[in-house]
Every structure is written in C-alpha cells, then in structure tokens.
C-alpha cells in the first residue's frame, strides 16, 4: 500500500493533506522521516507527528513473549502479554492460542478472529517447535516413544507424532502438531523427566525473529500471514 493511502485510511485524512504532512517531515516509518507519497507499506511502523498509526484493517502481530505474562485476559497474580503493546493496540487484540505464564517464546495476536481460527484448527496441524530444558538427562527411547504417540493423563487419545531433536543430554528441540493443555510438559512428564524450560521457536513457517528482545514485537509480515 503507498504511503499517502496508509496516511489517509488510518487517520480519516484526504490524501491531499496526508502528501501535505509528508513534505513537512511529520511522518516517520520505522523511526526514519519519509517524505515520498509512493513509498510502499507492508508492516512497518509508521507515525505521523510521534503517533504511531494503526494498520488499516485486520493486523497481525509476532510477540516475543518473556516469563511472568499470561496470555489470557484475566489473572490477578500476572500482568497480559496485551499489556506490552501500545494502548491503542490492546484494544482490539487478543492472542492467537496460548503460553504458559512462565514459558516464553513467540506469540501470535491479530484482532482477526478466522485467521486465529485457522491457527488454533486441529485440521490445520500447525508444527509448533520449542526448546526444552530438562532436569533429567533424556532417556534413550524418548524419541521413538514420542514418535509412535503418547497416552497422557486425563486424554481419551494418544498425541499426534512428535519429532525430537537432542541438543544436549537436558536440552532438545520438540517439534509437536497439537496444543493441549501444558502438553509439553506433560509428554516430558509421561516418560519420567520434569520441564524446567521452555521458549517456543517457531509456528508453521513463522519463526521467532531473533532482532526481538523479550517483550519485544514487530508486524507480521504478508507472506506470514498468508502461511497461515
């Protein structure tokens, strides 16, 4: 999208007065003044006079989530991931499934409900990639063990294939299909290990962009949201 239409849909100004505003300098993307009405826009952060402008229609988000935030809306005892987003973004977004509170990573928000859908859809069978920290060393059979399916307490399924990748003896990369209730940890737990770890790397083809601190996020970009 060229810039002056950006400026126009996201703040209700004619076209004419957003070309104004960029020959004065007022406009900024990603931090740099831009004063070309052509420039194209896919993502970046834009602000007219210091204000960043929403994205016209449904926005996308990739969050690198640190510990201590919960990803629902409601908990005493933590503050929401929605709360490292500016105010004018917490609004409207919610979390594209879920982290546990002490478990960082990327997280996924959109205030698209049928691409969070679409994300969430067991017939979507997102991979979903994480590092594991171990307290034990990993028992020899755990890859093939999560390979063939695990029974887990409480489920009337065994889980979905599950790849495993040995970093260290008490590290390793779990790739899984699913995403129920704390299933990484408790797969580590059906076969006799505990979780002291845990950052998710990857969704899909969506992997965590490393230039992110914890707390940190950035716009998906067009091919992101269209993997999905």
């Known amino acids: 999208m060229r810039l002056d239409r950006f400026l126009s849909e996201s703040t209700g100004l004619t076209r004419s007065v957003a070309k104004k505003a960029l020959h004065r300098g007022d406009v900024t993307v990603d931090g740099i003044v831009v004063k070309k009405s052509d420039q194209q826009i896919n ?5 007219l006079e210091g204000r960043l402008l929403m994205t016209p229609g449904p926005r996308y988000l990739l969050l690198h989530k640190p510990a201590g935030y919960i990803s629902s809306t409601q908990d005493e005892d933590h503050p929401c991931v929605l709360q490292l987003l500016p105010p004018e973004l917490r609004r409207s977004m919610q979390c594209a499934g879920r982290l546990d509170v002490d478990t960082t990573g990327l997280l996924l928000l959109t205030d698209d409900g049928k691409w969070s859908h679409r994300l969430r859809s067991p017939k979507k069978a997102c991979n979903k990639v994480y590092r594991v920290d171990l307290a034990e060393p990993l028992a020899a ?19 979905l ?3 495993l990748e040995v970093i260290t003896p008490t590290r390793v990369l779990l790739t899984i299909q699913e995403g129920k209730y704390h299933q990484v940890k408790r797969m580590f737990a059906a076969v006799g290990n505990h979780v002291m770890g845990l950052h998710r790397l990857q969704i899909g083809d969506i992997v965590l962009d490393d230039r992110l601190a914890p707390g940190e996020w950035r716009h998906l970009t067009a091919a992101e949201v269209a993997s999905i």
């Open 43 to 47: 993502g970046q952060e834009v602000r």
């Open 161 to 163: 294939p599950a790849g």
């Open 141 to 159: 059979d755990v890859a093939e063990r999560f390979a063939q399916g695990l029974e887990l307490h409480g489920e009337d399924k065994t889980t």
